[in-house]
């Protein structure tokens, strides 16, 4: 007779047990040291000497640092939900963090090595988690979720155009690739926004969520991969007309606020978990709506590339976080004091840094300021309530 105990098969160190715990932790304290660094710089203190330069740094940074992070996280943990397969863990997951941190000490202090050195450590991260996650969705065979895995390649087709670009000196590639990435993650909350957003609020509204309109949910993630190609084709170097890609992301805009407007978050206002989903998917639609109105020449794209940036993805980000930090850890779902203050704050950067600097433009310093201070307060309130949760184990006992 075996009397032996049962093997436990969790990594012990609680860290390592699934990615949303090590990525969520570690993009997020990333996020507020590189908006340090920014806030420095618009104030005359250079406090790094960054590959490509400050302005490059940040740009990739916030999008190859911080939201690539955050995206494999989620992914990487959602899909062991999906497939019932266990996700990357333990010493495979801490050698992924590992490339990740190793990508972003190396572009923050490249030390005179070789920038195709500083491009193959950062490149190689989105492929491999695009790697994982198609392992497991492939022997799950569950299809519909495979579409998430070219998307992370194309991730990182966008970062490759980056590197490119500052190598090689070519300022478009580097803001078409960092256009690209902007697109291709609104995407994904297109994408995730649309099973998870209706099906939380209907739940907490203890009411059926509504049916979807298969015409709407074509015309919506069309509309918005139509918005990919024309950008993947202007990356290419193909002159695709402004008022042909301004017409297409009006489009995507408009299916994306009808779609919206029928998951109920008028009836979310008591939930700033919820409320917070509803209003940063609506930054998609608005930054898209701008930025058709940038490229007939209204304003400046990267005013809507931020209101897509901040309201959009920050915030979702933001709120995706704290949720999910909390089911995975055994707690219960509830908005932790100060949450619905850092989502304000986001919505507040959003709108100063787009919309409202776009009709004053002569207060951009004060504006600058005050959208990085308020990102910052974001994420401190953010690691103030959920550092210790994802250091530790699940209060249930459960695995993961």
Same mark, same amino acid.
């Given at each position: 007779?075996?009397?032996?105990?049962?093997?436990?098969?969790?990594?012990? /160190? @609680? %860290? #390592?047990? +699934?990615?949303?715990?090590?990525?969520?932790?570690? *993009?997020? &304290?990333?996020?507020? =040291?590189?908006? $340090?660094?920014?806030?420095?710089?618009?104030?005359?203190?250079?406090?790094?000497?960054?590959?490509?330069?400050?302005?490059?740094?940040?740009?990739?940074?916030?999008?190859?640092?911080?939201?690539?992070?955050?995206?494999?996280?989620?992914?990487?943990?959602?899909?062991?939900?999906?497939?019932?397969?266990?996700?990357?863990?333990?010493?495979?997951?801490?050698?992924?963090?590992?490339?990740?941190?190793?990508?972003?000490?190396?572009?923050?202090?490249?030390?005179?090595?070789?920038?195709?050195?500083?491009?193959?450590?950062?490149?190689?991260? /989105? @492929? %491999? #988690?695009? +790697?994982?996650?198609?392992?497991?969705?492939?022997? *799950?065979? &569950?299809?519909?979720? =495979?579409?998430? $895995?070219?998307?992370?390649?194309?991730?990182?087709?966008?970062?490759?155009?980056?590197?490119?670009?500052?190598?090689?000196?070519?300022?478009?590639?580097?803001?078409?690739?960092?256009?690209?990435?902007?697109?291709?993650?609104?995407?994904?909350?297109?994408?995730?926004?649309?099973?998870?957003?209706?099906?939380?609020?209907?739940?907490?509204?203890?009411?059926?969520?509504?049916?979807?309109?298969?015409?709407?949910?074509?015309?919506?993630?069309?509309?918005?991969?139509?918005?990919?190609?024309?950008?993947?084709?202007?990356?290419?170097?193909?002159?695709?007309? #402004?008022? +042909?890609?301004?017409?297409?992301?009006?489009?995507? *805009?408009?299916?994306?606020?009808?779609?919206?407007?029928?998951?109920?978050?008028?009836?979310?206002?008591?939930?700033?978990?919820?409320?917070?989903?509803?209003?940063?998917?609506?930054?998609?639609?608005?930054?898209?709506?701008?930025?058709?109105?940038?490229?007939?020449?209204?304003?400046?794209?990267?005013?809507?590339?931020?209101?897509?940036?901040?309201?959009?993805?920050?915030?979702?980000?933001?709120?995706?976080?704290?949720?999910?930090?909390?089911?995975?850890?055994?707690?219960?779902?509830?908005?932790?004091?100060?949450?619905?203050?850092?989502?304000?704050?986001?919505?507040?950067?959003?709108?100063?840094?787009?919309?409202? +600097?776009?009709?004053?433009?002569?207060?951009?310093?004060?504006?600058?300021?005050?959208?990085?201070?308020?990102?910052?307060?974001?994420?401190?309130?953010?690691?103030?309530?959920?550092?210790?949760?994802?250091?530790?184990?699940?209060?249930?006992?459960?695995?993961?």
């Amino acid at each position: 007779m075996n009397t032996s105990p049962p093997v436990d098969r969790q990594p012990r /160190l @609680p %860290l #390592a047990r +699934l990615a949303f715990r090590p990525f969520f932790l570690l *993009a997020s &304290l990333f996020s507020v =040291l590189a908006m $340090v660094v920014w806030f420095a710089f618009w104030h005359g203190d250079i406090l790094l000497r960054p590959h490509g330069g400050l302005m490059w740094w940040h740009q990739h940074e916030m999008l190859f640092g911080f939201g690539a992070a955050v995206v494999a996280g989620f992914l990487l943990t959602a899909v062991q939900n999906w497939t019932g397969r266990k996700s990357v863990s333990g010493a495979p997951l801490l050698g992924l963090v590992a490339l990740w941190l190793a990508a972003r000490l190396l572009l923050a202090y490249p030390s005179g090595l070789p920038p195709w050195l500083l491009a193959s450590v950062d490149l190689a991260f /989105l @492929p %491999l #988690a695009a +790697l994982i996650m198609a392992r497991l969705v492939v022997a *799950a065979k &569950l299809w519909r979720n =495979l579409m998430f $895995v070219p998307v992370l390649l194309l991730l990182a087709t966008a970062n490759l155009a980056m590197h490119v670009g500052v190598a090689q000196g070519k300022l478009a590639l580097i803001r078409e690739g960092a256009y690209l990435a902007v697109l291709l993650i609104a995407v994904l909350m297109v994408l995730l926004g649309g099973r998870v957003i209706p099906f939380f609020t209907s739940r907490k509204l203890g009411r059926p969520q509504p049916a979807p309109i298969p015409q709407l949910e074509k015309l919506t993630l069309a509309s918005v991969l139509a918005v990919v190609l024309l950008q993947l084709l202007t990356l290419a170097g193909v002159a695709v007309p #402004a008022a +042909l890609h301004a017409a297409v992301m009006l489009v995507a *805009a408009l299916a994306g606020f009808v779609r919206l407007a029928r998951w109920e978050g008028h009836r979310t206002l008591h939930e700033p978990l919820l409320w917070g989903l509803h209003l940063s998917y609506a930054f998609v639609p608005v930054g898209l709506a701008m930025w058709a109105m940038a490229l007939l020449g209204a304003f400046r794209v990267e005013l809507a590339v931020h209101a897509l940036a901040i309201g959009g993805i920050g915030s979702m980000m933001l709120a995706m976080m704290a949720r999910v930090s909390l089911g995975h850890t055994g707690r219960t779902i509830r908005t932790l004091p100060g949450i619905g203050v850092g989502l304000g704050l986001m919505f507040t950067a959003a709108l100063l840094r787009s919309p409202v +600097l776009a009709a004053f433009p002569q207060i951009t310093h004060w504006i600058y300021n005050l959208s990085i201070l308020f990102w910052c307060i974001a994420y401190l309130i953010f690691l103030f309530h959920y550092t210790l949760p994802l250091l530790r184990a699940r209060v249930d006992g459960q695995e993961g």
